[in-house]
């Protein structure tokens, strides 16, 4: 026991730097909204609260080269020493989640290739890879599968989020549809005036315009409705009229039966496109705040958070050298207005003493 609380000591040494008893653990699978709740927190807690944005055991190992614990136990051990816990996950629509995990991998992961090329690929022949691996996308809730909550808490449809305390952790459940109402819902219960920046990883430019036209055009198999209606999670975070509304939606956008792959058949292709993967991912300024506190860094935050308040906000990031560069310009035209103060006055001093000669003449 001694010794598993000596690791969850080290992880979390690893993972937090402030000094501070309050932490949040945006804990939620990829591509539910997650990183506009990482940069909206960031911007409004600053270090007041140690945040974390994670998915998955593998992607604590990664961060903390910690292979034996688990994110529920290093929560739980924070949580043992009194400080206030807000773990935080959220809900997405399943199609919606599943397109967009699709094509963020399409390249690394389905078809092996560059953006580049598959930018090129057509809405058919993307479609088609898309529909046989539909049911094995976007799976799962992090608060049924992963939080070893007994009996999750009823999803309040008025109130738009559910918050439920055990053992002295505050799990928060939203929805991504949600989204312009999460700064009231999150303000009301963190007691801190939250803004929200939206915030999401971008998908590579080239990509982005196969990905857009593949929303446009994408016919859902009737078959996949059938099973998105069944769907445990769907039925539990949507109200009947919500559902109603959302399969409707796709009711206008149906088209024939489709046989995916069975789960021998996928388990098989996520062998062979695991063992074929050759290019990484490529990540950079994955969050419009990147998380560094030093003094311009902090300051841009500032400006951003109150920009929020005030409705300016427009796109800004931090990023440490254009923070940095962005001040060194503010000092420098300071600088630029001091001299220009001083070379003023200046003047004005030899205007007193040395007054021209005909305003002397005059005097005399
Ligand atoms: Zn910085």
Redesign the pocket.
């Known amino acids: 026991m001694e010794s598993k609380n000596k690791i969850l000591k080290e992880a979390h040494d690893k993972l937090f730097k402030h000094s501070t008893n309050n932490y949040i653990f945006i804990y939620t699978p990829p591509k539910v909204g997650s990183t506009t709740l990482m940069t909206s927190f960031r911007i409004s807690m600053g270090k007041s609260y140690n945040i974390l944005h994670i998915h998955d055991e593998v992607m604590m190992a990664v961060l903390t080269n910690i292979h034996n614990v688990t994110i529920m136990e290093l929560i739980q051990f924070i949580a043992n020493q009194n400080k206030k816990v807000f773990v935080i996950d959220v809900y997405r629509t399943p199609i919606e989640r599943k397109m967009s995990e699709f094509f963020e991998k399409i390249g690394v992961l389905h078809f092996n290739n560059t953006y580049e090329n598959v930018a090129k690929f057509s809405v058919k022949k993307t479609t088609e890879r898309f529909n046989y691996v539909f049911p094995y996308l976007g799976q799962g809730d992090h608060y049924f599968d992963k939080y070893l909550i007994d009996e999750p808490c009823a999803f309040d449809f008025d109130k738009k989020y559910t918050v439920q305390e055990i053992n002295n952790v505050k799990f928060i459940k939203l929805r991504l549809c949600d989204s312009s109402e999460w700064a009231s819902i999150l303000s009301k219960i963190m007691y801190t005036k939250v803004v929200i920046i939206v915030d999401y990883q971008t998908i590579d430019k080239k990509i982005g315009d196969l990905y857009n036209q593949f929303k446009k055009e994408y016919k859902i198999p009737s078959n996949f409705l059938s099973l998105i209606s069944e769907c445990k999670y769907f039925n539990f975070y949507y109200s009947a009229s919500e559902r109603h509304k959302y399969l409707k939606s796709w009711e206008s956008k149906i088209s024939g039966e489709f046989t995916h792959y069975t789960p021998a058949e996928y388990a098989f292709y996520m062998k062979i496109s695991l063992e074929n993967q050759y290019y990484d991912m490529i990540q950079s300024n994955h969050y419009i705040d990147?998380g560094?506190?030093?003094?311009?860094?902090?300051k841009?935050r500032r400006d951003i958070y109150f920009k929020a308040l005030n409705g300016t906000y427009a796109n800004e990031k931090?990023i440490?050298e254009e923070?940095?560069n962005e001040h060194n310009a503010q000092i420098s035209k300071k600088n630029e207005d001091m001299v220009h103060v001083i070379n003023a006055i200046n003047k004005k001093h030899k205007t007193a003493h040395n007054p021209p000669q005909k305003m002397k003449m005059m005097a005399n």
């Open positions: 990147n560094c506190f030093c003094k311009c860094c902090i841009k931090i440490h923070s940095v």
